[in-house]
Structure formats: structure tokens, C-alpha cells
């Protein structure tokens, strides 16, 4: 019984010590806009965005919210303000902010419901790790319509995907259908830009679809653009709009990246999720890939807690499957996907998460603080900037973490760039060109 109070104790101190508060350049931010007594953001502002004049700033949302954070939270849930301030955090690469947010929109749980957790930890004996990429190709190779899940403000769950992409693409997979595209009819999928949709502004999502387009794959929009639909039409309507895929290339593979929950394959009351829609739709049943639950801070308290625990009894280095007797384990008995992938705890070289390299596609660039007032470093594809204005681009890094030496270390695929130095009110002080071999 001490055995399982220690570890109850050990697993929470595991999170709440990386998390436990925002990230000290968010701090800076906060307190730079309390000394100055500048409003960077209008005091009316109650929806975030990173829009200005029709220009991407990637800085704007962080003021608004540090500002107006009480008034959007009395014109809107407190829930939806921390889900939307974090995805604007992940977009500039603040991961310990942006997961102490979106930690804050949990329920708490009693410690009775807390104990509990690690009685059934207890429970899972015997249970054995495989290396997840293996394991889902290996399930792949006979499905034709996957479904991957992702949390907007977890970056490394686009990284994964990225990593399967030329294997899907090698076993026929054509497709890939990508919820946070922008479905208007006037926009590219390929073209990586403002328009493309909110969560592509943030740089990793960004390399996933240009990453997946250099391999071959059609990108697919297929979110619902009926803004006044309520939430259950809108999984009706993704369904259709993958479905119709299969409607006008009868022989094609299709790879979904979706979030959250819209992969759950099973009815919640009277709430069909967009993976069941299609099934019922198409009469093709999904391999549904779960990364959101077994990622550090889970997505609910109970799922944090857990993953805690779990991953101090069972620690592994690489995305794992846990599996027992040859099938894989429903580790938090969901009962609604075919594969739970379990992610490492996330670790750190240069203040960054290394998980921003991509499995080594993408090379440590270091950049030196010259500029006096120095604040973010930003990395935009020279090829991408030909007659744009930089503020229309969605850079292939950002950052304003710094290392212990004070330098900026960005992660860049080989190739020509134009390297943006901004101060902390996004003003640019310098641009410069950079060649990574």
C-alpha cells in the first residue's frame, strides 16, 4: 500500500514539475506589456487570432490573451479559452505553456478516483512494448481508410505521422486527408500559406504537408465549412466529404489526420463521431490509430494521471504499442480505437523538445542573439517567399526559447532560407539568408 501512495505521489510530481507553469519567455511577454503600459492587443478583442491586416502574427494572440484573459473567459467557457490559447502557444514552439493551458481546462478528481488509477495500473502485468511504427504498417498493409489522431497543441503526434508517410505511400496509400485544411474550394491544398487554415499556421503541421506532398500524396480537405452547423452535423459532414473520395476513385487508400476524438468508432449516446459516420457511410471499417490519450498530459485528468503512472512503471524511449498475448492492450479501456499509441515523455536539447528534428529529417540550426532586442527567430523557405510578403508565409521553424549558451536553435530540413529576427512586439529587426546542407 506505501508502494502505490509513493507512486500516486511520484507519478503526479512527474507532470506538474514541467507544467506546473507557463514558460519564462510567456512570463516575459506578460510583463514586458505590465512595465511598458502598451496595449499590444485591443482591449475589445474576446476571440484569439493570429490575423493582422490580413498578415500572420504569430505574437498577437499572446498578448490578447495575456490582456483580455478574464473578459474571453466570461464570454466563453474557460475550457475553450485555455484549448485556443495553447494552440496559439504551440504555433511559436512554447510546449510548457502551451500544455499548462490546455492542463487547466481538466476536470479535477477526487483522490478516491486518483488511488484508483494506481490499483489498476497494478492490474496491467505482463504487458510488453512493440515499436509502434512497425506494429500499425504492419496493420496497414491490408486497410484501405486510416484514421491517425492528433492534439493541436502536441506537435510530436504530427511528427509521428510524418514518419509512416512514405511506408503508407509505398503500400498504395494516395490520399491524405487532413482536418485542419482549409476546405474552400479558392485555396490550394498544396500551396502552404495564411490561407491554408488556422492550425497550419503552426510549423510542424506545416511540414507534414509539405513533407506529404513531396512523397506523392493528394491532400484532402474534408472539414465542414458550414460555420452554423452544431457539432454533430459537422461529423456527418467530414464523413461524407472522406467518403467522397472513395465515391470518385473507387481504388484509393486514404490516410486521416484528425483530432481528438473524431476517430472514436463507437456511438456516445446519440453522438456519432466521424469515424462510426463513415463506417456506417461506406461500409469500410477504419483502422483507427489513438495518440491523443498516451501522450505526456494525456487529454483529460484521468488520462494524465494515468500516463503518469503507467509510464513510470513501464518507461520506454520510442512511440510504443503495449500488447499482450499478441493483442494490443486498450490501456484506458476506450473501447473505441483499433491501436493506442503510447508516447515518451518528451525530452529536451537546447530548451527545445528533440522530437522537433523529425526522426533526424530536420538539422540543429544554431542562431546567435546579435540583435540587442532579439526576441523570436523565425525561418521561412526562400522558394515559398518568391513575390510573397513574408507575413502571408508559415515559416518552417520558430522560436523564442533559447538554449543555456543564449542562442536560438531552430530545426530546418536541408535548403535555402530567409532566417527573420523579430523583438518581442514582432517588429522585424533583421533578415538574413541561411543555406542548410
Not at 15 to 26: D, E
Amino acid at each position: 500500500m506505501r508502494f502505490k501512495s509513493l507512486l500516486l505521489a511520484s507519478s503526479l510530481l512527474i507532470s506538474m514539475a514541467v507544467f506546473a507553469q507557463p514558460s519564462p519567455y510567456l512570463t516575459q511577454i506578460k510583463k514586458y506589456i505590465s512595465t511598458s503600459k502598451k496595449s499590444l492587443a485591443d482591449s475589445s478583442v474576446l476571440r484569439l487570432s493570429d490575423r493582422v491586416n490580413n498578415r500572420i502574427n504569430y505574437l498577437f494572440p499572446l498578448y490578447a490573451a495575456l490582456q483580455n484573459e478574464q473578459k474571453i473567459k466570461r464570454s466563453f467557457q474557460d475550457k475553450f479559452f485555455y484549448d485556443d490559447f495553447s494552440d496559439y502557444l504551440i504555433s511559436v514552439a512554447d510546449y510548457q505553456s502551451a500544455l499548462y493551458y490546455s492542463a487547466k481546462g481538466y476536470d479535477t478528481l477526487s483522490k478516491k478516483v486518483a488511488a484508483s488509477i494506481t490499483s489498476y495500473v497494478d492490474t496491467l502485468r505482463n504487458v510488453q512494448h512493440v515499436d509502434a511504427k512497425k506494429y500499425i504498417l504492419d496493420r496497414t498493409a491490408v486497410a484501405k481508410v486510416v484514421m491517425i489522431n492528433e492534439s493541436q497543441c502536441k506537435p510530436q503526434h504530427r511528427v509521428f505521422t510524418v514518419s509512416l508517410l512514405q511506408d503508407l505511400y509505398n503500400q498504395g496509400f494516395r490520399y491524405f486527408a487532413v482536418e485542419a485544411l482549409n476546405n474552400n474550394a479558392a485555396v490550394k491544398p498544396e500551396v502552404i500559406d495564411i490561407s491554408s487554415g488556422k492550425y497550419i499556421h503552426e510549423p510542424v503541421n506545416a511540414e507534414m504537408l509539405r513533407i506529404a506532398v513531396k512523397i506523392g500524396f493528394k491532400l484532402v480537405a474534408y472539414q465542414d465549412s458550414v460555420y452554423s452547423h452544431s457539432s454533430f452535423q459537422r461529423e456527418l459532414v467530414q464523413a461524407a466529404n472522406i467518403y467522397k473520395v472513395l465515391q470518385e476513385d473507387s481504388s484509393a487508400k486514404i490516410v486521416v489526420q484528425a483530432s481528438h476524438g473524431h476517430i472514436f468508432e463507437e456511438q456516445i449516446d446519440k453522438y456519432i463521431p466521424m469515424a462510426l459516420a463513415f463506417k456506417r457511410l461506406s461500409d469500410i471499417d477504419p483502422l483507427t490509430i489513438n495518440q491523443t490519450d498516451m501522450t505526456e498530459l494525456s487529454d483529460f485528468e484521468y488520462g494524465r494521471i494515468f500516463y503518469d503512472q503507467y509510464i513510470g512503471r513501464y518507461p520506454i524511449s520510442k512511440p510504443s504499442v503495449a500488447i499482450k498475448n499478441n493483442q494490443p492492450v486498450d490501456l484506458l479501456a476506450t473501447n473505441g480505437y483499433d491501436i493506442v499509441v503510447v508516447h515518451p515523455q518528451t525530452q529536451y536539447k537546447n530548451g527545445r523538445p528533440d522530437w522537433y528534428s523529425m526522426n533526424g529529417l530536420k538539422k540543429e540550426y544554431a542562431i546567435k542573439p546579435t540583435e540587442k532586442s532579439l526576441y523570436l527567430v523565425q525561418a521561412y523557405y526562400l522558394s515559398e517567399g518568391v513575390n510573397k510578403d513574408i507575413g502571408l508565409l508559415v515559416p518552417a521553424d520558430q522560436t523564442y526559447n533559447t538554449a543555456e549558451n543564449g542562442y536560438y536553435y531552430l530545426y530546418l530540413q536541408p535548403g535555402k532560407y530567409k532566417i527573420v529576427y523579430r523583438d518581442i512586439e514582432y517588429k522585424i529587426l533583421s533578415v538574413r539568408d541561411a543555406e542548410i546542407n
